[in-house]
T-cell receptor
Framework: DQQVKQNSPSLSVQEGRISILNCDYT??????FLWYKKYPAEGPTFLIS?????DKNEDGRFTVFLNKSAKHLSLHIVPSQPGDSAVYFC????????????FGQGTRLTINP | GAGVSQSPSNKVTEKGKDVELRCDPI?????LYWYRQSLGQGLEFLIY????????KSGLPSDRFSAERTGGSVSTLTIQRTQQEDSAVYLC?????????????FGPGTRLTVL
């Protein structure tokens, strides 16, 4: 039962353009969402998060949008830079109760010069 | 260092052997988590420790898997009688837990290969 899904295993974007990574979830009890970035041979690093009481959170070049009715969130990176090339994981959890994160399968983003 | 550390970074073992994986969380973090990432998959929750509370073991795939956290700090994940399907990257994370923010900080992982 895949509660968090990232349907695009890979994405290629030209440097300077916008990268949009998508994530869907099925569990309506999730109320906190996070994006992590992972380089090879390293652990995931936290990028940005959003609570279900918001529909947008922005941090520099990174913006996360949440559409609760569609159970969909997206991460926008603009402008994209070569250093953004990595695997991006979407994760979800409930603020109350279970502390575990439920992760999507990841999307490999490649930024082309 | 100030981050989460894990050892060993790589472990190759033969089917049927036991392995122990170690995690040193960030000092002061009361919550500690184990996840694993199999090839081409997302991270899968295994177990969660919060302070002195009973751990949440709901993600452990079988009774061959166990974990302990001594003194509220270092944790060891033990896999008994390893099988080839146990091959994965095992990731440890820590956080401020119930007293703090939601962000979990991850270690670099231990890559386990069962031959």
């Amino acid at each position: 039962d895949q509660q968090v899904k990232q349907n695009s295993p890979s994405l290629s974007v030209q440097e300077g353009r916008i990268s949009i990574l998508n994530c869907d979830y099925t569990n309506s009890m999730f109320d906190y969402f996070l994006w992590y970035k992972k380089y090879p041979a390293e652990g995931p690093t936290f990028l940005i998060s959003i609570s279900s009481i918001k529909d947008k959170n922005e941090d520099g070049r990174f913006t996360v949008f949440l559409n609760k009715s569609a159970k969909h969130l997206s991460l926008h990176i603009v402008p994209s830079q070569p250093g953004d090339s990595a695997v991006y994981f979407c994760a979800a959890r409930r603020i109350q109760g279970a502390q575990k994160l439920v992760f999507g399968q990841g999307t490999r983003l490649t930024i082309n010069p | 260092g100030a981050g989460v550390s894990q050892s060993p970074s790589n472990k190759v073992t033969e089917k049927g052997k036991d392995v122990e994986l170690r995690c040193d969380p960030i000092s002061g973090h009361t919550a500690l988590y184990w996840y694993r990432q199999s090839l081409g998959q997302g991270l899968e929750f295994l177990i969660y420790f919060q302070g002195n509370s009973a751990p949440d073991k709901s993600g452990l795939p079988s009774d061959r898997f166990s974990a302990e956290r001594t003194g509220g700090s270092v944790s060891t994940l033990t896999i008994q009688r390893t099988q080839q399907e146990d091959s994965a990257v095992y990731l440890c994370a820590s956080s401020l837990g119930l007293a703090g923010g939601q962000e979990q900080f991850f270690g670099p992982g231990t890559r386990l290969t069962v031959l």
